[in-house]
T-cell receptor, first 115, second 111 residues
C-alpha cells in the first residue's frame, strides 16, 4: 500500500539554522508528492509539489525538497529558519484508490524555531 | 479567486446530537474532499465528492455522511455524536489531483 512516513514528530532549530524535515514514501508507481504547512487554527497550505518533472522542487517561503527515488525520500529543507516558520508540516502522497486519486498524509512534524 | 470557505468555524455539541458542516470550494473546482484531524490519529480522509457523486470514501462509520450540490458546495453530516468525534474537520477543493486547496476548518467539540 502507498504511504508516507515522516521521521520525527517534533523538530527544533535555532533561528538562522538549516531546517530539514524528513519524509519517506512507499509507492509502487511513480509518486506525486506534496508538502503542506499548517499554522495554528488554520487549514493546510501547499508549500511545494513533485509531479515527476524536476527532482529538486522549489516552493514558497524559501523551502525546497528533493525527490530521491533510490532512497524513496522527499525531504523538505530551508537554508535559514525564521521564527515565522514555526508550524506543523505534512508530507503527502497521491494514491490511486477505488478508481480515483486521493491524498494520504504523513503524521506531521511540528517545527519549533527558537531565537 | 476567493479561497475555500467553511462554516461554522467552531461548534460545540453534546453526545448523541447530530451536526452539519458546510464547505464552499473555490469557484470552478468540482472536487471536494473532507478530512478529520485529531492529535491522536492525524489527518484522515473521510470522503470525496465530484460533480455531486461520492467517488472515494475513507474508513469511517456510516454516521459520517456527506453530499455535494450542483454548485459544488458540500456538506458533511455526523449523526449520533461521540466524544471521539471532537476534531478539526477540513475541507479541500481541487480542479485536479495535482493540488488541493484547504479551507480553515471547522473545530467540533463534543461534550
Amino acid at each position: 500500500a502507498q504511504s508516507v512516513t515522516q521521521l520525527g514528530s517534533h523538530v527544533s532549530v535555532s533561528e538562522g539554522a538549516l531546517v530539514l524535515l524528513r519524509c519517506n514514501y512507499s509507492s509502487s508507481v511513480p509518486p506525486y508528492l506534496f508538502w503542506y504547512v499548517q499554522y495554528p487554527n488554520q487549514g493546510l497550505q501547499l508549500l511545494l509539489k513533485y509531479t515527476s518533472a524536476a527532482t529538486l522542487v522549489k516552493g514558497i517561503n524559501g523551502f525546497e525538497a528533493e525527490f530521491k527515488k533510490s532512497e524513496t525520500s522527499f525531504h523538505l529543507t530551508k537554508p535559514s529558519a525564521h521564527m515565522s516558520d514555526a508550524a506543523e508540516y505534512f508530507c503527502a502522497v497521491r494514491v490511486f484508490s477505488g478508481g480515483y486519486n486521493k491524498l494520504i498524509f504523513g503524521a506531521g512534524t511540528r517545527l519549533a524555531v527558537h531565537p | 479567486k476567493a479561497g475555500v470557505t467553511q462554516t461554522p468555524r467552531y461548534l460545540i455539541k453534546t453526545r448523541g446530537q447530530q451536526v452539519t458542516l458546510s464547505c464552499s470550494p473555490i469557484s470552478g473546482h468540482r472536487s471536494v474532499s473532507w478530512y478529520q484531524q485529531t492529535p491522536g490519529q492525524g489527518l484522515q480522509f473521510l470522503f470525496e465528492y465530484f460533480s455531486e457523486t461520492q467517488r472515494n470514501k475513507g474508513n469511517f462509520p456510516g454516521r459520517f455522511s456527506g453530499r455535494q450540490f450542483s454548485n459544488s458546495r458540500s456538506e458533511m453530516n455526523v449523526s449520533t455524536l461521540e466524544l471521539g468525534d471532537s476534531a478539526l474537520y477540513l475541507c479541500a477543493s481541487s480542479s485536479d489531483y495535482n493540488e488541493q486547496f484547504f479551507g480553515p476548518g471547522t473545530r467540533l467539540t463534543v461534550l
